[in-house]
């Protein structure tokens, strides 16, 4: 499956912004799909996954409350609402998917990934 981000961008600190990711070539609706982000410097960190049918989801420690991700499998797109932005939340923005294990965090799990967008928040 081949995956496209987008919607990154600047944005000031408080602010939002929503980034998608369009599948393509696979069975979008089997996959458990994933964003992961990473900072200049730092590890891949994981940030929201969300099962085959978007009825579970699972949120990384830094975002809970503040962003939510979710699906629609009639478009073959994974979102990512991203509210009450912070600086520290600057970083390329990955998507990811796997068919394997439920709602992993480990992004060595992750079979196929897009290219990345990139998510600027200023003070």
């Known amino acids: 499956v081949q995956l496209q981000a987008s919607g990154g961008g600047l944005v000031q600190a408080g602010g939002s912004l929503r980034l998608g990711c369009a599948a393509s070539?696979?069975?979008?609706?089997?996959?458990?799909m994933a964003w992961f982000r990473q900072a200049p410097g730092k590890e891949r960190e994981f940030t929201a996954s969300?099962?085959?049918?978007?009825?579970?989801?699972y949120n990384g420690d830094s975002v809970k409350g503040r962003f939510t991700i979710s699906r629609e499998n009639a478009k073959n797109t994974v979102y990512l609402q991203m509210n009450a932005l912070k600086p520290e939340d600057t970083a390329v923005y990955y998507c990811?998917?796997?068919?394997?294990?439920?709602?992993?965090?480990?992004?060595?799990?992750?079979?196929?990934w897009g290219q990345g967008t990139l998510v600027t928040v200023s003070s």
């Open positions: 990811a998917a796997t068919n394997r294990g439920f709602l992993p965090r480990n992004y060595a799990v992750y079979d196929y």
């Open positions: 070539g696979g069975a979008f609706s089997s996959y458990t």
């Open positions: 969300i099962n085959w049918s978007g009825g579970t989801t």
